[in-house]
């Protein structure tokens, strides 16, 4: 199936922790995206990848650090984890404007 | 950067009535506006966009009309039915250098009753 695909689905971790999501797309996009949506359902840019280079870095906390080791691949990596990281982060790509998001990862901080 | 209001933020119908959701957008350069819909616990899924060189689009029973002059897009659903009980999102985009920026609405939590 041509997708985006993202592991975990669900993550539930203590705060302090640190953790990794990654997604993943094979629809030969060249730019990916990482948004978060809170409890609200309210959807908000966090970071976006162009070729593997950050474009954007909206006003996340520096303990969020994307890395994308190809145009494929965008990986969130969050550090010390807070109970105000508690939500869904979806991963998206885009070809030109349309975007097609992943499944989501639904994060629990305890 | 661009600002985008959506109205209402939860809206019940009838089956078989029509549903309207507007949304308005602050940046004249934003010229790609999408609606997508997102079941629960689902991802949001693209239903239908729109470019500002047109002024409305058309898909079986979705529509979405753009006034550019006055900033706002707006989805027009018709003889809704229960499966058309979602969360619907617009955005606005603007394409700068190879890439575009998307920003979103609040949500519209439309219900169909059956």
């Known amino acids: 199936d041509t997708a985006v695909s993202q592991t975990p689905k669900y993550l539930v971790t203590q705060m302090g922790n640190d953790k990794s999501i990654k997604c993943e797309q094979n629809l030969g996009h060249d730019t990916m995206y990482w948004y978060k949506q809170d409890s609200k359902k309210f959807l908000k840019i966090m970071f976006s990848?162009?070729?593997?280079?950050?474009?954007i870095n909206e006003t996340v906390p520096n303990r969020f650090s994307p890395k994308s080791p190809d145009k494929a691949h965008l990986n969130l990596h969050i550090n010390s984890l807070e109970l105000g990281d508690s939500a869904v982060y979806f991963c998206?790509?885009?070809?030109?404007?349309?975007?097609?998001f992943g499944p989501g990862t639904r994060l629990t901080v305890l | 950067g661009e600002n985008v209001e959506q109205h209402p933020s939860t809206l019940s119908v009838q089956e078989g009535d029509s549903a309207v959701i507007k949304c308005t957008y602050s940046?004249?350069?934003?010229?790609?506006f999408p609606w997508y819909k997102q079941e629960l616990g689902k991802r949001p899924q693209l239903i239908i966009d729109?470019?500002?060189?047109?002024g409305e689009k058309k898909d079986q029973r979705i529509a979405v009309t753009l006034n550019k002059t006055a900033k706002h897009f707006s989805l027009h659903i018709t003889e809704t039915q229960p499966e058309d009980s979602a969360v619907y999102f617009c955005?606005?985009?603007?394409?700068?250098?190879?890439?575009?920026?998307?920003?979103f609405g609040k949500g519209t939590m439309l219900l169909v009753s059956p």
């Open positions: 990848y162009n070729n593997k280079e950050l474009i």
């Open positions: 729109i470019r500002s060189n047109v």
């Open positions: 940046d004249s350069a934003s010229n790609y």
């Open positions: 955005a606005a985009s603007n394409r700068n250098s190879g890439y575009s920026t998307l920003t």
């Open positions: 998206a790509s885009s070809l030109g404007q349309e975007k097609f």
